[in-house]
Every structure is written in structure tokens, then in C-alpha cells.
């Protein structure tokens, strides 16, 4: 009876050491079975699902039931693009405790997931051995990024297969990132971070793309698809055009941040020449030439969210307009550019809600600069408040029309001339035209000329109804009238001025015709 006690317990160590091999084991082989085909008795079902060589991982993904998880055992080097089949589902991760790699050791993807399959990433690196070029991943299926990274992929084909360094999302393809880091990826042509084919969706949950590059058009993302951003970050990303994105579908932010993006040209944060609707999230720190914040040729809908401290050295520090855009709400706060510091508007732009505020044009036009004889700018309400410029610190119109239905422009500062707005047109290249049937210009200051407002020759004023009150300046604290100034309706009072006119200031060549309102209680006069 003692010696078959012991044998039992002798059988019972042999099979529990048989079991408990570890990543150490430098003798464990998971496989066994025929090489040929057929079914396999894989012992890394009873592992966990662990593999440590390329050939473990391939046979792993390509002859596993419907759904598997596959944990790297090390890091692994690609001889070819790891294929995810179609009809399954795989989910890749490292073993618990570590981040082990996927690398890339050839010009291949390292990647590919095929229409129909699923991938899930969680905790490990897909990256790219150096002198090597390819995508990380090419996705035809579904792929979900939970964590990890996705980095150091580069392409150089200036067609479309250089397009999507880290990601390329192709047709009929979902890509889910809820986490992790797609980083330092390029590409010679668009979409260095990612790629979104026109028949993809991407959706952005969480995680960060950032310090992307593509030569031409979007550093971190370039959208022709469905593209839906919750949270997350796109961040510190590069390009010619559109560092942050360059969206050519449609786009909604709902959340997250494009931040601190760098367009060698236009374009910062954003280049929109689709559509896009702003529910929320922040677009700041970017710069370009033009645009630093965002560049719309397309049809952008702003209902929340702010869009702040970026700078433009030439025109719309936070946005510039070609196209159409309403501002629901939202705030565009504190960007800077030389003209048109929070906004460059040459299309149609509808302000019915929201603020406008602290930007500065050092130049000229410190909220918003409208510019152009097809530039409308139409305010029904929201603020326009505490901007700053040499010329026009709330507002500056050159050939341009802006429509004023209500809302406020109110505490903006001028260094020369027009504190609340300033306006000039000429013959060659169109009238300014200033319609003003309700709203307030108030409290604002102008170091020499026309606090309120400020109309150089070719200029034309309308005031329909409204409020001009309260502002400053060294001449003409209300109103300083190079051009045309007709008065309906409305009221321009209690302005003061160092010189004479606090109402009106009327130059010798200018056009003033009252046919009703109120001019009183200016100060030293109301002029005219």
C-alpha cells in the first residue's frame, strides 16, 4: 500500500510540472500535429493561448475557432503581413505583466485584416524595423484598439498606397480606437496617422494619435468617409495642409481635442472641405499660415465646444472661412492671427449665438475680419467682446457685408481706429456695407478715431435700429464718417470723445442723412 501511495504521488508531481512551464521554458513547443493541413492539437489552449515565433502567431490567427485570444509570449518578428482571415474574430494581446511587439522586418503592412474578420489590440506594439517601409495596419474588416501603440510605420509612395502611415482604413472597414497611441508614423502623401476610405468609419473613443507627419494632406487624420470623435486627442501632429485633420467627409466632434498641430501652410488644426458638426471637444494650439484652428471650404456647424490660443501668421488665427459657417454657440477664444484674429470670413458666415473673444489681429480685425464682395457676415446674436487690434478690434469689414440683427460687440479695443468695428470698401473691389437692424455696439475704445465705429471712404452704414452707446475715442466716440452714414432708427448716445463729436464725427467729403432715431446726451456734442 506505501509503495503505490508513492507512485501516486510521484505520477501527481510529473504532471503537474509537465503543466506549469512559463514564459522561461526554452524548450516548449505549443504545436503538434500535422504541418500539412488538418486539424491541430494545439497545446496553447492550455497556455493561455501564448506564442512566442512568427510561425506560432500565423498558425494561431489562421487555424483557431471563430473567436480566440492570442497572447504574445515575446516580441515577434513579421516576415510578411500577418493576415487576419475572414469569418473570424481574434483578439491580440501580450501576456499579463507585459507589452510585448509586432515588428514589421520588410516593406509590407504589418497588418492586414480582411474584409469580414475582427481585431481586437490590447497591450501590445505593432511597430517597424528601421529601413523598412509599410502601413501598421490595413483594415478591409473590423478593428478595435483598446490599448498599445501603433507607431514608427512610414510609407514614400506619393499614390495611394502612401496614403495612412499608421492606419489605413479601407473600404467597408470600422475602426474603433477606445485607447492606446497611434505615434510617430508618416507618410509621403495623406493621412499620416490615419486613413479613411470613403466607404469607412472611424469612431474615436478615447486614446491619442500624435506626432504624425504626411507631406501633403493630414498629419494625423485624413477623413473621406464617417468619421465620430467622443474623446481622445489628436495632438502634435504635422503636414503641408491640415496638420491635426484634413476631413473631406463627414466629421462630428462630440468630444476630445485637436491639439497643437502645425500646418506648413494652412489649415493647423483642421481643414474642413465636407462637412463638419462641432457638438463639443476643443480645437487649440495649432498654427498654420492660414487657418490655424480650422480652414473650412465645406459646411462647418459649431452648437458647443471652443476653439482657442491658436495662431495664424497671416489670416484666421482661430478660423478661416471660404465657405459656409453657423455658430450655434461655442466659444472661439483668445486666438491671434495679423488679421482676423478669432475669425477670417470670406464666404457666408452666421454668427446666432456663442462669443467671440480676447482674439487679436495685430494688424488689423481682432475678432473677426470680413473680407471680400462675397464675404457676408450675418450676427442674429452672441458677443463679440474684449478683442483688440490696430484697425477694427472688434470687427473689421473690407468690401464686405455685415448684417446686424442682434447680438452684442461691446469692450473691443482699437490702437488707431474703429474700437467696436472698422469699415472700407472701394470702387474697384466693392463698397463696405453695414446693415444694423437691432443689437448693441457698446463700451468700446479707439486710441484715435471712432470708439464705436469707424467708416473710412466707400463705406456705407445703414443703422435700421439698434444701440451705438457708451463708446470712446480721441474723435467721433460714437460714429467717425469718412463715408456714408444713413440713420432709420435706433440710438447713439452717451459716447465721449476728447476732441469734439462725441455722437457723430462728420468729415468734410462724408454723407450723413438722418430720416429718424436719437443722437443726445454725447459728450462734449453729438455733432453732425
Not at 478591409?140 to 490599448?147: H, K, P, Y
Not at 482604413?169 to 470613403?198: C, L, Q
Request: net charge negative.
Amino acid at each position: 500500500m506505501k509503495k503505490l501511495l508513492m507512485l501516486v504521488i510521484l505520477l501527481f508531481i510529473f504532471v503537474i510540472s509537465a503543466c506549469g512551464r512559463n514564459l522561461e521554458d526554452e524548450d516548449y513547443q505549443p504545436y503538434q500535429g500535422f504541418q500539412g493541413g488538418g486539424l491541430y492539437n494545439i497545446e496553447i489552449e492550455s497556455q493561455q493561448g501564448r506564442v512566442f515565433t512568427y510561425a506560432e502567431l500565423v498558425l494561431a490567427v489562421s487555424d483557431t475557432s471563430f473567436e480566440t485570444v492570442v497572447q504574445l509570449a515575446a516580441d515577434i518578428y513579421l516576415e510578411s503581413a500577418l493576415r487576419i482571415p475572414r469569418n473570424r474574430i481574434v483578439t491580440l494581446t501580450s501576456a499579463e505583466g507585459y507589452d510585448f511587439s509586432l515588428i514589421a522586418n520588410g516593406d509590407f503592412d504589418a497588418i492586414f485584416v480582411e474584409a469580414n474578420a475582427e481585431l481586437t489590440i490590447k497591450s501590445i506594439r505593432v511597430l517597424r524595423a528601421e529601413e523598412t517601409e509599410g502601413r501598421g495596419i490595413y483594415n478591409a474588416g473590423t478593428l478595435i484598439l483598446e490599448s498599445g501603440y501603433i507607431a514608427y510605420h512610414r510609407t514614400t509612395s506619393t499614390g495611394t498606397l502612401g496614403w495612412g502611415g499608421g492606419v489605413f482604413n479601407g473600404d467597408g472597414g470600422n475602426f474603433t480606437m477606445r485607447g492606446g497611441t497611434i505615434s510617430d508614423n508618416s507618410t509621403a502623401n495623406r493621412g499620416g496617422g490615419v486613413y479613411n476610405h470613403p466607404n469607412a468609419t472611424l469612431v474615436i473613443e478615447g486614446g491619442k494619435i500624435y506626432n504624425n507627419t504626411a507631406d501633403n494632406l493630414g498629419g494625423g487624420v485624413y477623413n473621406l468617409g464617417e468619421f465620430n470623435m467622443y474623446y481622445g486627442a489628436i495632438l502634435n501632429n504635422s503636414a503641408n495642409f491640415s496638420g491635426g485633420v484634413n476631413n473631406d467627409g463627414n466629421f462630428v466632434i462630440r468630444g476630445g481635442e485637436i491639439s497643437n498641430n502645425e500646418a506648413n501652410r494652412n489649415n493647423g488644426g483642421v481643414g474642413n472641405n465636407g462637412s463638419f458638426v462641432m457638438y463639443d471637444g476643443l480645437i487649440s494650439n495649432n498654427s498654420a499660415i492660414w487657418g490655424a484652428g480650422v480652414n473650412n471650404t465645406g459646411k462647418f456647424d459649431m452648437f458647443s465646444g471652443i476653439i482657442n490660443n491658436n495662431n495664424a501668421s497671416s489670416g484666421g488665427g482661430g478660423i478661416n472661412n471660404n465657405a459656409t459657417f453657423i455658430m450655434h454657440s461655442g466659444t472661439i477664444l483668445n486666438n491671434n492671427a495679423a488679421w482676423g484674429g478669432g475669425v477670417r470670413n470670406q464666404g457666408t458666415f452666421t454668427m446666432s449665438s456663442g462669443l467671440i473673444v480676447g482674439n487679436e489681429g495685430i494688424s488689423g480685425s481682432g475678432g473677426i475680419e470680413n473680407r471680400g464682395s462675397y464675404a457676408v457676415f450675418t450676427m442674429e446674436g452672441g458677443e463679440i467682446v474684449h478683442n483688440r487690434s490696430a484697425w477694427g478690434g472688434g470687427v473689421g469689414i473690407y468690401h464686405a457685408m455685415f448684417i446686424m440683427h442682434g447680438g452684442t460687440i461691446y469692450r473691443n479695443i482699437a490702437t488707431t481706429n474703429g474700437g467696436g468695428l472698422h469699415m472700407q470698401g472701394n470702387e474697384e473691389e466693392g463698397f463696405g456695407r453695414f446693415y444694423m437692424y437691432g443689437g448693441e455696439i457698446l463700451f468700446n475704445t479707439a486710441d484715435t478715431n471712432g470708439g464705436g465705429v469707424h467708416l473710412a471712404a466707400s463705406a456705407i452704414f445703414n443703422m435700421n435700429n439698434g444701440r451705438i452707446v457708451n463708446n470712446n475715442a480721441l474723435s467721433g466716440g460714437g460714429v467717425q464718417n469718412w463715408g456714408e452714414f444713413n440713420m432709420y432708427n435706433g440710438t447713439i448716445s452717451q459716447n465721449t470723445t476728447q476732441w469734439n463729436n462725441g455722437g457723430v464725427s462728420n468729415a468734410n467729403d462724408a454723407v450723413f442723412e438722418w430720416h429718424g432715431g436719437t443722437i443726445s446726451n454725447n459728450t462734449p456734442g453729438d455733432g453732425v
